[in-house]
């Protein structure tokens, strides 16, 4: 099969690889990729968020046997439909079940109504009755941009100062564009994060292993928000019980209640979720492979990725048993001078001598005149495997140290949070 990979991010150069295993899979396509995906794949330079343009990409290009979406910005548009519509073969939820991340106001209601635990909130598309909303609330606070914002549209306000700055910012000043147009006020939450996904056809739900996102830009979780600074896999304190608990209390009832809406979800859905002194409860949805996360997910994938997609699609996932490797798997993301506010681009990278076992997801990266040059704010991730957490950690740090490019920067704590606090 030919396959084509919507996509330009550390997260598809990880789904790419992922593929390029299966032995079902002859070649690979990526619209757009970067420099590590061009190695395996043929890039295409289309913008996948123009719908016309793409369908009528692989409508040319008859060999194109199966598309996997991957980000946020395409599903959200409707990509997916449009190719279906056009007769192809589609990986990725349609439009009208993408709303559980496109719009923060749309997920929190559906919680709400099904009963599915979150965080008490506030929606506002008026800047004074928010503002005088916050005057009142209890502090901290969280405020959330409706729409897509590359990850960083979430504020953890400590003081009622900063939530009348985070509120401007959003509604009036438009930081984040017309998905601050809206804005959910959300009840501040305590205790350990995780990235919980599972594959889903509508009917059935078959969780993956877990993960640790670490968003903030410096050590000891400090500074601002970012696409995502490194991961590692399993979380250290989810056992079975809890992960009984979230299937039966998060992950079905989300399900269900996307079906009763309508809104049936075919894909990867991401629960990110935070084990409070109440339970675990959503703080948000992904309507896809979350980015790190997948880099130390995917790696750990036993079951062929391309049987796994194809289930989704044919609604057959129930026929699939899906098996993950033993161990662990740490994720380190090296950025550019600046991130996540100002950078420059166009920074050779220069490489040691890498241990062989080491697997580099690149993000950022564009070869040029024969050099691989940074291209973007999160350049690259470095990622591991080893028996446990520890193990991976040591022998990703002792590779980032062979990597060198002007300006590169990155949190040197990936992988030990969370490790003292007790499994369940």
Same mark, same amino acid.
């Given at each position: 099969m030919? $396959? =084509?990979?919507?996509?330009?991010?550390?997260? %598809?150069?990880?789904?790419? #690889?992922?593929?390029k295993k299966s032995p079902r899979v002859d070649k690979i396509y990526a619209m757009k990729g970067n420099a590590g &995906?061009? %190695?395996?794949? %043929?890039?295409?330079?289309?913008?996948?968020?123009?719908?016309?343009?793409?369908?009528?990409?692989? !409508? *040319?290009?008859? %060999?194109? !046997?199966?598309?996997?979406?991957?980000?946020?910005?395409?599903?959200?548009?409707?990509?997916?439909?449009?190719?279906?519509?056009?007769?192809?073969?589609?990986?990725?939820?349609?439009?009208?079940a993408a709303i559980i991340e496109a719009s923060k106001a749309f997920s929190k209601e559906l919680m709400k109504k099904y009963g599915i635990p979150t965080a008490k909130y506030e929606t506002f598309s008026d800047y004074e009755s928010a503002k005088a909303y916050v005057d009142t609330c209890s502090i901290p606070v969280v405020l959330k941009a409706d729409g897509l914002a590359l990850g960083k549209g979430v504020l953890i306000c400590k003081t009622r100062e900063e939530a009348q700055d985070g509120l401007k910012e959003m509604m009036l000043d438009?930081?984040?564009? *017309?998905?601050?147009?809206?804005?959910?006020?959300e009840e501040f939450l305590e205790g350990p994060e995780v990235s919980a996904l599972a594959f889903t056809d509508g009917k059935t739900i078959k969780p993956m292993i877990t993960s640790c996102d670490h968003k903030? $830009? +410096? !050590?000891?979780?400090?500074?601002?928000?970012?696409?995502?600074?490194?991961? +590692?896999?399993?979380?250290?304190?989810?056992?079975e019980k809890t992960a009984k608990e979230v299937y039966e209390k998060i992950m079905l009832p989300t399900v269900q209640a996307m079906n009763?809406?309508?809104?049936? +979800?075919?894909? $990867? =859905?991401?629960?990110?979720?935070? @084990?409070?002194?109440?339970?675990? @409860?959503?703080i948000e949805y992904?309507?896809? +492979?979350?980015?790190?996360?997948? #880099?130390? &997910?995917?790696?750990?994938?036993?079951?062929?990725?391309l049987d796994i997609f194809e289930a989704i699609t044919d609604e057959r996932l129930a026929d699939i048993e899906i098996e993950w490797e033993s161990g662990a798997c740490v994720c380190v993301v090296l950025a550019s001078g600046g991130y996540p506010v100002a950078y420059e681009k166009g920074k050779e990278m220069h490489f040691g001598d890498l241990d062989k076992d080491i697997i580099l997801c690149h993000a950022g990266t564009k070869i040029k005149d024969g050099k691989l040059l940074t291209d973007g704010g999160r350049v690259?991730?470095?990622?591991?495997?080893?028996?446990?957490?520890?193990?991976?950690?040591?022998?990703?740090?002792?590779?980032?140290?062979k990597i060198s490019f002007e300006g590169m920067h990155y949190r040197k704590d990936i992988g030990i949070k969370y490790r003292d606090i007790e499994r369940e």
């Open positions: 030919n $396959v =084509l990979v919507i996509g330009n991010g550390g997260r %598809e150069h990880a789904i790419v #690889q992922a593929l &995906i061009g %190695e395996i794949a %043929e890039l295409v330079n289309v913008d996948y968020c123009d719908l016309n343009a793409v369908g009528d990409w692989v !409508d *040319s290009h008859k %060999e194109i !046997d199966y598309t996997v979406i991957a980000p946020d910005d395409p599903l959200a548009l409707g990509l997916a439909d449009e190719l279906e519509r056009r007769g192809h073969r589609v990986f990725g939820p349609k439009k009208n438009k930081k984040f564009g *017309s998905a601050g147009n809206k804005v959910v006020v903030r $830009v +410096f !050590d000891n979780d400090e500074g601002l928000n970012t696409g995502g600074m490194g991961t +590692f896999a399993p979380a250290p304190f989810y056992g009763a809406e309508g809104r049936t +979800f075919k894909g $990867v =859905l991401y629960f990110g979720l935070m @084990k409070t002194k109440d339970g675990m @409860k959503v992904n309507a896809r +492979f979350g980015d790190p996360e997948t #880099q130390v &997910i995917l790696p750990m994938l036993k079951t062929d990725l690259l991730g470095v990622c591991a495997k080893g028996e446990n957490i520890e193990d991976a950690r040591k022998k990703a740090y002792q590779n980032v140290e």
